[in-house]
């Protein structure tokens, strides 16, 4: 059930982060999460189940990037959970799960989700599922030269991706805003808790504009940012 499918999930995620395995040639993204589900899940029938047997025929099988949001998109998120989930444990190294902002406590509390879960399973099994989100990767790196996140850029032009890797993204929740709000001062990487918050606010919220330079994103976390 749901449930297993988290601690399996779980404990996969424990594993691949301590062998340090990250490679990633595909991308699928936000807002496009139960067509692309679909489409791995049709091609997993060919080899169900296991990575050697994912992608049949294909010298080098792609890995799949789901960018994020994967809740509060519509009265199906429970489904569309357990599908990802089921085909990440089947292919853990040709499967992605990135988390976007919607994979947060209060976020799904306010959007539907705990509801909708609640409504489904129970409120542990929601707990499960708060809780396998802090453990999702913020970010994807293409062939060690791009990389992928939900969000968008950081207020602190200088962030190194040992900065990124240092993220401590079990203990975050956006509960934990600075106090008197968001700004587009950029914290001192001396005070490593604020700053290293600040940075993962950004990856997860942060977005696009037309206008150049950064400005305050309206939804009240992370910032806007253009060329």
């Not at 988290?6 to 594993?15: G, T, V």
């Not at 301590?18 to 496009?32: K, N, P, S, T």
């Amino acid at each position: 059930g749901a449930r297993g499918a988290c601690e399996c999930a779980r404990r996969l995620l424990d594993h691949l982060e301590e062998a340090g395995e990250h490679r990633v040639l595909g991308v699928l993204g936000d807002r496009r999460v139960p067509a692309a589900a679909c489409k791995v899940a049709h091609r997993a029938q060919v080899g169900w189940p296991g990575d050697e047997h994912f992608f049949p025929g294909e010298a080098e099988p792609p890995v799949f990037v789901f960018n994020g949001d994967f809740v509060d998109r519509g009265t199906h998120s429970c489904e569309v959970m357990c599908v990802l989930l089921a085909l990440f444990i089947v292919c853990p190294r040709h499967v992605t799960l990135n988390r976007g902002n919607h994979e947060d406590f209060a976020i799904c509390c306010a959007y539907g989700f705990q509801r909708e879960c609640c409504d489904k399973y129970n409120e542990l099994t929601f707990g499960m599922f708060c809780e396998l989100f802090q453990q999702l990767p913020l970010f994807a790196v293409l062939n060690d030269s791009v990389l992928v996140l939900h969000g968008g850029l950081f207020r602190n032009r200088d962030v190194r991706m040992d900065d990124l890797k240092e993220i401590p993204r079990h203990d975050f929740s956006l509960r934990d805003m600075p106090e008197g709000g968001e700004t587009l001062h950029a914290v001192s990487t001396l005070k490593r808790k604020e700053y290293l918050n600040q940075l993962q606010r950004d990856a997860l919220w942060s977005d696009p504009q037309r206008n150049s330079g950064y400005a305050h994103n309206s939804r009240g976390a992370g910032v806007s940012f253009g060329k």
